[in-house]
């Protein structure tokens, strides 16, 4: 093996250069094996809490949604076919905010009173032999915002929806990030550089027939530095995401929480009913100052078709016990989190001193050949230490975790 590029020595060797293409190969996937076993309890934490809470979240939709079809049921009922079918609409909106959609909470609240208004006024505020017509609907949805049938209701949901629902929102955003910024230093792009490093210290000793020899700890320190430089400069960012979950989490929990707000929108909505009723004659002279007198076609009002005790009895039960569960679980789960918080700037002795490393006074090898111990100097961790490093030249830093950086940065400030 005259002609090898990295495992070349003064001593006898049994490679070649196909046999050092080979293990250029082991190395890398080596390294990846490794770094995706570090971090898998880390990644299994997260990604088991965020498939939870947005479990939690879909039930407690679920069941507001329920509660809110089950006042016009019964309460409403003449109306309650169509009633229900907006309020279907609202909480599909809750639920594509809460996972993440561009929504805003001010809009789809908003739109549900504007769409409940022509409903409550042919049942409610002036109902007749006959439905008004669809073009009469319209102009009654559009005059809602400037009639105000419902007072100050819809301001105050939008409020509640916006407090309550954001934090959550950004909780979910954020456990999603996190199983991202894993992914993404689980699946390193390494230097050539990093890989020929790599190949030296852990294969070419083979070349010698020194099979059963270690890297130094210094060496493997110095190596392992080099290769996770850029990771290294995640630490702050995690630390600062991990902080602000906590304090999210802290949030999240307190009074106008998203349990009491959905839970209670149907009482917000038996208000907002309630104050059309009592109000009924002088927004009749409204509507017919805006829209004229009301223009009807022949009636067609189903009654309740939602079958509400088939579905509240088990949500109920499910959600008592969730309740208690969903605080204690946020704590949980931030308590375990914050064990991680130096996972990053601690990752290559982690590496070096649980799986790759020779035990401290045990002969290793040095990059070269067996020694003692390791006589070269141990840089420290992030990009700026490396440019004493003297093992691995380290250049400039990899564009995909800058990105991540920037997202976490972003989460941060959200």
């Given amino acids: 093996g005259v002609d090898l590029q990295v495992c070349a020595s003064k001593n006898p060797t049994c490679c070649t250069k196909k046999m ?72 599909t909106d809750v639920g594509l905010f809460l996972f993440g959609t561009d929504v805003s909470t001010e809009e789809f609240v908003n739109r549900f009173f504007d769409t409940l208004f022509p409903v409550v006024y042919n049942h409610v505020i002036n109902p007749g032999p006959t439905d008004i017509s669809l073009e009469y609907a319209e102009c009654l949805r ?41 992914n993404t230093t689980d699946h390193l792009h390494f230097s050539k550089a990093c890989s020929r490093a790599l190949l030296r210290m852990q294969y070419c000793p083979h070349c010698q027939g020194l099979t059963l020899s270690k890297p130094c700890m210094g060496y493997c320190l110095n190596t392992i530095r080099a290769c996770l430089a850029d990771v290294a400069e995640v630490d702050l960012h995690w630390r600062g995401y991990i902080q602000s979950l906590e304090e999210l989490s802290g949030v999240v929990s307190r009074a106008h929480g998203i349990e009491h707000v959905l839970l209670n929108f149907h009482s917000l909505v038996r208000d907002a009913l309630g104050q059309a009723r009592i109000n009924g004659p002088e927004l009749s002279e409204q509507v017919n100052k805006r829209c004229g007198p009301p223009v009807r076609k022949p009636k067609q009002s189903p009654g309740c078709s939602f079958d509400q005790k088939k579905d509240n009895q088990g949500l109920k039960m499910f959600f008592r016990d969730s309740e208690e569960t969903f605080a204690n679980r946020r704590k949980e789960f931030i308590s375990h989190l914050r064990l991680y918080r130096a996972f990053y700037g601690g990752l290559a002795d982690q590496l070096c001193g649980k799986e790759l490393a020779a035990a401290d006074g045990l002969p290793c090898w040095n990059g070269e050949d067996v020694v003692r111990s390791y006589t070269h100097r141990v840089v420290g961790s992030g990009i700026k230490a490396q440019s004493a490093n003297p093992e691995v030249q380290v250049k400039g830093t990899d564009p995909v975790i800058s990105q991540i950086i920037d997202k976490l940065k972003h989460v941060i400030q959200v």
Avoid: W
């Fill in 20 to 91: 050092e293409e080979r293990y250029q190969t082991a190395a890398k996937q080596d390294m990846q094996q490794v770094l995706q076993t570090s971090s898998a309890t880390l990644k299994f934490l997260i990604s088991r809490n965020a498939a939870a809470f947005q479990e939690n979240f879909a039930m407690l939709i679920r069941l507001a949604e329920n509660y809110t079809s089950t006042l016009f049921c019964n309460e409403y009922r003449t109306m309650a076919a169509e009633a229900t079918m907006h309020v279907q609409e609202f909480f």
């Fill in 142 to 182: 559009v005059a809602r915002r400037d009639i105000r049938p419902f007072g100050n209701i819809p301001k105050m949901a939008i409020g509640q929806m916006g407090r309550s629902l954001l934090p959550s929102r950004t909780f979910l955003q954020a456990l999603n990030l996190g199983i991202e910024v894993i």
